[in-house]
């Protein structure tokens, strides 16, 4: 067998690759590795692993964390798990870890981790815009979005309002091949049906009362990109049909036209409604949702990923302070942050504390400047249904805001015809 030196067979390597001993030191790195974390391969060989990639000063199993060493040198696994590394800026990156059994020459084991950075160079912007998370749940999300966004087939995100479906609309464009192209966005919950056609597809010149020139449909502007259909389950039942139309064809004209266009577009979709049940309801197409769905994604919500409520709280006062100092939260106010149930989720959140900054002193806020609604702290046991929980949340804000539904539906962060649909459904007035 012949002898090939380890190093220039892990530099062959396009992704960052690092082999570690029994005792977490780096025996080896690539190039890209050594580029990845901001040195070379030579300054990180002796180095203990947890130290160059979490910053930490302990193994990332005694933090809580699936350890891809211990599964290997404590039970003889070689395992694919999802965490959270930091780069030589002490910038976070979510990384894809694989881990690899490997064997000396005499014998000894060694663990081989290959590195799949889940953003790229989209990260950054996800970041800005609230992608910001470590816990479990949310990195399991990140990395499935990281997945699907490399196909051309239609998507279906699913998630409770405020998750932040738009977000991960966006993640999906940005680590897609048409990441160059646009990425265009409509509130199918937003637009009045008499307009929707017009707004998905288009009109001509006095195709109607009022058009007074020619306007160019989002599914044109979206031409070589991204359109994403946000409250997808709002579309009226009478335009399904010509939606689904131009998504087997890729044809369709402008109200008033005569003339066929093409469009090559790549179709996002989110709902907070279960589509097959609004199938069952009458109120949505079988064929249609087959063509949304083509892979879908469910989006985590807050209280499923508590433990990155106090790194998103801080994220978001940065962002409200405006280049300002931002206002920090005092424990007892996190701990009560983090023992809500969030129907609202990410959205509520940054409702919550966009008030508390208003109103707070000294730049502190404590539990009484976060208005929680009483009708759902503490948080529940996980026995009581979410629909329960909801119109808890939802009657409590009523309560709270005197009956005035713009003011509740700004808290909730969704739209008073959401909300009036959710009143109907709760039976509240």
């Known amino acids: 067998m012949p002898t090939i030196d380890l190093q220039d067979l892990i530099d062959t390597n396009d992704q960052p690759f690092v082999v570690i001993d029994r ?51 404590e039970r003889g696994e070689a395992v694919e798990v999802l965490h959270t590394h930091f780069h030589a800026d002490n910038q976070p990156e979510r990384t894809r870890i694989r881990g690899h059994a490997l064997r000396g020459v005499n014998g000894e084991r060694y663990l081989g981790e290959q590195l799949y950075p889940l953003e790229a160079e989209a990260g950054m912007e996800c970041d800005a815009l609230q992608m910001v998370g470590q816990s479990s749940a949310f990195l ?41 192209g646009a990425f265009i966005v409509i509130n199918c919950a937003a637009v009045p049906e008499t307009l929707f056609e017009s707004e998905l597809f288009g009109h001509e010149r006095g195709a109607f009362s009022g058009s007074s020139g020619l306007k160019k449909g989002l599914f044109e502007l979206a031409d070589g990109g991204t359109l994403f259909l946000d409250e997808v389950a709002e579309i009226p039942l009478g335009l399904q049909a010509k939606l689904l139309r131009v998504l ?3 044809e369709f004209r402008r109200v008033g036209g ?45 209280r499923e990923r508590r433990d990155d409520i106090p790194a998103l709280a801080t994220f978001l006062l940065k962002r409200l302070a405006g280049g300002r100092c931002a206002c920090s939260l005092d424990a007892a106010a996190l701990a009560a942050l983090q023992a809500y149930e969030f129907p609202g989720n990410v959205r509520e959140l940054r409702n919550l504390l966009q008030r508390a900054v208003l109103t707070c002193r000294d730049g502190l806020i404590r539990t009484v400047d976060l208005h929680l609604p009483t009708a759902t702290v503490p948080a529940q046991t996980g026995t009581q249904p979410l629909a329960e929980v909801e119109r808890a949340h939802i009657h409590g804000l009523l309560v709270a805001h005197a009956g005035h539904r ?19 459904r709760y039976g509240l007035r």
Do not use: M, W
């Not at 977490?24 to 990845?36: E, F, K, L």
């Not at 990395?143 to 966004?149: P, Q, S, T």
């Open 248 to 250: 087997e064809t890729g």
């Open 258 to 302: 005569t003339h066929t266009l093409k469009a090559d577009v790549r179709l996002v979709s989110a709902t907070n409604r279960r589509l097959l049940d609004e199938v069952d309801e009458k109120r949505f197409r079988l064929d249609l949702y087959y063509r949304l769905a083509g892979i879908d994604v469910d989006l985590p919500p807050l």
């Open 406 to 424: 713009s003011r509740v539906a700004t808290a909730l962060g969704i739209t008073e015809r959401t909300l009036y649909r959710k009143l109907k």
């Open 23 to 73: 005792e977490y030191r780096i025996v080896a790195a690539n190039q890209r590795y050594g580029a990845t974390y901001g040195t070379t391969p030579d300054a990180v060989v002796g180095q203990h692993c947890y130290a160059v990639s979490h910053h930490s000063t302990r193994p990332c199993h005694e933090n809580g964390e699936q350890c891809p060493h211990q599964a290997l040198f």
């Open 140 to 180: 399991a999300c990140v990395d499935n979005l990281a997945r699907v966004a490399d196909c051309e087939a239609s998507i279906l995100l699913f998630g409770e309002s405020g998750v932040g479906k738009e977000l991960a609309a966006r993640f999906i464009h940005a680590r897609s091949t048409r990441a160059a």
